[in-house]
């Protein structure tokens, strides 16, 4: 009964933190968290997620059916795991659809993980972040299950995904998952944009709330702070797929057409 407590607020944990439950009720022995996983996992109260992270199945449950929130599992494949990207947009209810990727940024991310016909993948944190130490700049936290996990706000999502479009679907995703947000800090969506230092993105991002302005109430100085910083020859939005495309001039942004006139079917 000593370890329910620990099980009820720890639906996904990691082996530290059983050993820091453990060390807490003075539980010490070399081989005690390996004995009390072995008994838990063989009454399948326990399951293996990967190496060092399992999640807890409730008595009377189903070990190879209960639910397991993939946002935890995420969150706890690294000690500074970030839900970002696609992933962000689905824990803020933003998502156009539902991905079976889920996308955590880290300093050293994990080789991809497989569960129960999920796949987790860790990218890097922006190099232009580490130099200055803002690694955690616009990460706010979201509870699941009474645990708090890191997620990047809708501010740093819109740059993030924009910056990374592999990382977060077609054009068509990207854009309808975006447009569903009703409001930005738009100071802060500069901000961050101008911290990660990339012409491209910079453009991408001007273009996103150019199109916009009316429903974000994106005013003149916004846009002029980005504008500022556009690349000074043009630039492919997709530079993974360069086809011929629209040239927005006052961004230097080729933008394909399909995107540019709505036609979804194309962009795919």
Not at 10 to 24: G, N
Not at 164 to 169: A, C, H, I, M, N
């Amino acid at each position: 009964m000593k370890h329910e407590e620990f099980f009820r607020k720890h639906p996904v944990f990691t082996a530290e933190e059983l050993d820091r439950h453990l060390l807490s009720i003075g539980q010490t022995g070399s081989r005690t968290r390996e004995s009390l996983l072995s008994y838990h996992r063989k009454t399948g109260h326990v399951i293996l997620i990967r190496r060092g992270l399992y999640a807890v199945i409730p008595p009377g449950a189903d070990s190879d059916s209960y639910p397991v929130d993939p946002f935890l599992v995420a969150a706890k494949l690294t000690k500074d795991a970030v839900l970002s990207y696609h992933t962000a947009l689905e824990v803020h209810g933003r998502a156009y659809s539902v991905r079976e990727h889920l996308t955590y940024s880290a300093s050293a991310p994990v080789a991809a993980v497989h569960f129960r016909g999920m796949v987790f993948r860790g990218v890097r944190f922006p190099q232009a972040l580490c130099r200055v130490e803002k690694e955690n700049f616009g990460v706010i936290t979201v509870d699941r299950s009474g645990l708090e996990v890191p997620v990047t706000c809708l501010e740093r999502t819109l740059v993030d995904v924009l910056d990374r479009p592999d990382l977060s679907g077609s054009w068509e995703e990207i854009w309808r998952s975006l447009e569903s947000v009703e409001f930005f800090d738009l100071d802060k969506v500069v901000e961050y944009s101008r911290l990660l230092g990339n012409a491209t993105t910079i453009a991408k991002v001007g273009f996103f709330l150019e199109q916009h302005r009316e429903s974000l109430m994106v005013d003149d100085g916004h846009l002029k702070q980005l504008h500022d910083h556009k690349p000074r020859q043009p630039h492919y939005l997709d530079s993974a797929n360069r086809k011929s495309g629209k040239l927005v001039t006052n961004w230097n942004l080729v933008v394909p057409v399909a995107l540019f006139e709505r036609t979804w079917g194309e962009v795919l």
